[in-house]
């Protein structure tokens, strides 16, 4: 998604933006146990192993695009709140996952067991 963010319409890009900022509090907020386990230290942007102090990074630093560079007022304070307060929100996001998900978990995925893909 960074990549594509660089090639389309100057006019899209605060979407695309706010996407990437909103994987990557998703994943470190309720994935977080995986994100930590691939704790190898980044090279690039788009190397496959992100840290949790990487996704908060990304997520703070393309909220923060987002928000300066959306047209639309509505969004600009909420991106904005989001890139400050993201460590926050990502905390959040754990409290719930250790409480529903995380318990729940083999519930959640049992379709895996169920299923043979070969």
Do not use: C
């Not at 630093?61 to 600009?76: G, I, L, M, P």
């Amino acid at each position: 998604m960074i990549e594509l963010a660089r090639i389309i319409d100057p006019e899209m890009r605060p979407a695309f933006y706010k996407r990437i900022a909103d994987i990557a509090l998703f994943l470190s907020g309720i994935f977080s146990e995986h994100a930590a386990l691939f704790g190898t230290p980044r090279k690039t942007m788009l190397s496959a192993k992100w840290t949790l102090k990487v996704y908060e990074q990304a997520g703070k630093r393309f909220y923060s695009v987002a928000a300066r560079e959306t047209d639309q007022a509505h969004w600009k304070l909420a991106l904005g709140t989001l890139a400050e307060k993201f460590t926050l929100a990502r905390l959040a996001l754990n409290s719930l996952s250790d409480r529903y998900v995380k318990t729940h978990r083999a519930w959640y995925f049992r379709f895996q067991a169920d299923f043979d893909f070969r």
